[in-house]
């Protein structure tokens, strides 16, 4: 058990991380515990995995708790964060990894639709934005009594400065979220730090093989690109730094300075 986990819940800072029952939003959650944070989770439709992720986290010693949102409905968004806000008054962070990431192109035999765009556009963009307003609200209203200056974490994608073709729906939302940080950071400051993080390719997608997987990971100047713990340690890290604000942090192993024609996962097959 951490050692920090010691300290009384009123007296430990908090985060709500979406999309935590399982992948990158699992690992982070994980290492928000492990350093000694209470821990809201967010899911969608994975209550068992969910439920899995909060005993795990129990046993590391903090508070935790499940919360189950549409990230698509605003007004379930925001009864889950007045929830999340009221059972964790010491909410100070807030990571958004949750998002859609389905194929499309539009030269393809999977070209855009404006339905695949919308659904992507209220997921990855709208969501994060919205539940970024409630948590500078929040933090305006009340004041911050930590040393800590509360942030806003938006998992990104290193494909944003190396631009494919490939998911052309989410990779749109993806780069609306990260000119978002930006604008939201001088918006916000002082109360709210707001940050983005872009993992390189970190867990197998869609039907990639794991051997397909491997090959993909290894093509960075690195020779490897992230791992869920490399992006979990990095959020945990952006949590802590007060200097931080209106940037992104790119933990790929390198992987945006190869620029591709196509998504790394289609040159592994």
Known sequence: ??????????????????GAAKRLGREIALQFARQGWDVAVHYGRSEAEAQETVEEIKRLGVKVAAFQADLSNEQALKNTFIAVS?????????????????YDRANSNTPLSSESLQDHIQVNLAAPILLAQFMFEFHKNNGNKSDRIPSVIQLLDQKLINLNPDYLSYTLSKAALATSVEILAMDFAPHLRVVGLAP???LPSGDQTDEGFSKAHQMTPLGKS????????AAVFLADANAITGTTLYVDGGQHLLPSSRDVMFKTN
Request: net charge positive.
């Open 226 to 233: 992230s791992t869920p713990m490399d992006i979990a340690k």
């Open 86 to 102: 009221r059972q964790f008054p010491n909410l100070h962070c807030l990571v958004n990894s949750a998002s859609i990431f389905e």
């Open 200 to 202: 390189g390719i970190s």
């Open 1 to 18: 058990m951490n050692p920090s986990s010691n300290t009384p819940s009123q007296q430990r800072n908090a985060v709500l991380v979406t």
